[in-house]
């Protein structure tokens, strides 16, 4: 048996399973990536508020805890691929961005998470901005959502898949890292269409629209828990982009219904 490259995530805990750090370990298994977590924080949805969010950080001191154990236990030639989910505070931001300019990973997947499904925009500005001067500038992959994309590139509205391309440029102009920006079911056409930049290429990456109006929940923390372990198997990064968008629509046709009223991916499809 040959030995699996390991992946870190420093993500939260979404309890029921559907987004967060249990996504990205399902997604590493499926993958033959041996995963390992620092968790950022708890969320739990209230089922008698609308499914709301009820977010409990962990102290910054477990965090670090957490990291320097991890980068103890696997050093750089074994441990090269970082992805990174939701943090949640400005003080988790400054440990984690701390962490990782301490110990260079060779890949640094952010999945820019500003404001989850059901949040209002701008609830979180000093967040938003913290993770734009912190830990943007260490990506060298991210992969912003349609709302994030706007945010990231500082655009007001994103309508069509030339504004998409256009918000993909900015954010590598900004970040130097390559950029899958997702337009999911925001722009119109029978296709989720997907922009990929890095600084030798553009494409579009496009896959039917499936969930039949449906909100499939986790699909973010899928592609990019993915685009992490395919990086970790040795793929070049838009080899990774496509293979983790073809993940993510088999885990979306295959997806769970449960009684919240989203359904999620399911990985093991
Ligand atoms: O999908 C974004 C996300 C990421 N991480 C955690 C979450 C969510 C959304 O609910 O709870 C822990």
């Given at each position: 048996m040959q030995t699996p490259p390991v992946a870190l995530t420093i993500a939260g805990s979404e309890a029921t399973g559907g987004a967060g750090a249990q996504v990205d370990l399902k997604t590493f298994q499926e993958h033959g990536v041996f995963g390992c977590v620092a968790l950022t924080c708890i969320v739990s949805f209230d089922p008698q508020a609308d499914w709301g969010h009820r977010f409990v950080p962990v102290d910054a001191g477990v965090i670090a805890d957490q990291l320097e154990v991890i980068t103890t236990a696997y050093g750089p030639e074994q441990l090269e691929v970082v992805k990174i989910g939701m943090l949640g505070t400005p003080v988790t931001i400054e440990t984690v961005a701390g962490a990782l300019r301490e110990r260079a990973f060779g890949q640094v997947v952010l999945d820019?998470?500003?404001?989850?499904?059901?949040q209002e925009p701008g609830a979180a500005l000093d967040t938003d901005n913290a993770l734009k001067e912190h830990v943007l500038p260490l990506a060298t992959f991210v992969t912003p959502n349609h709302f994030e994309s706007m945010s990231l590139a500082g655009?007001?509205?994103?309508?069509?898949v030339e504004d998409l391309t256009e918000a993909a440029r900015r954010i590598h102009e900004r970040s130097g890292a390559a950029v899958l920006a997702k337009g999911g079911v925001h722009l119109p056409g029978d296709d989720a269409v997907d922009v990929y930049v890095d600084a030798y290429r553009t494409e579009i990456l496009s896959s039917p629209k499936l969930g039949g109006g449906v909100q499939v929940a986790g699909a973010g923390c899928t592609l990019a828990a993915a685009v992490a372990a395919r990086l970790a198997l040795g793929d070049e990064p838009f080899e990774a982009a496509r293979a983790a968008k073809e993940f993510v629509t088999r885990g979306i046709e295959a997806r769970l219904s449960s009684a919240a009223p989203f359904d999620v991916v399911w990985q093991g499809a």
């Open positions: 820019p998470v500003l404001i989850c499904k059901g655009m007001e509205s994103i309508e069509t």
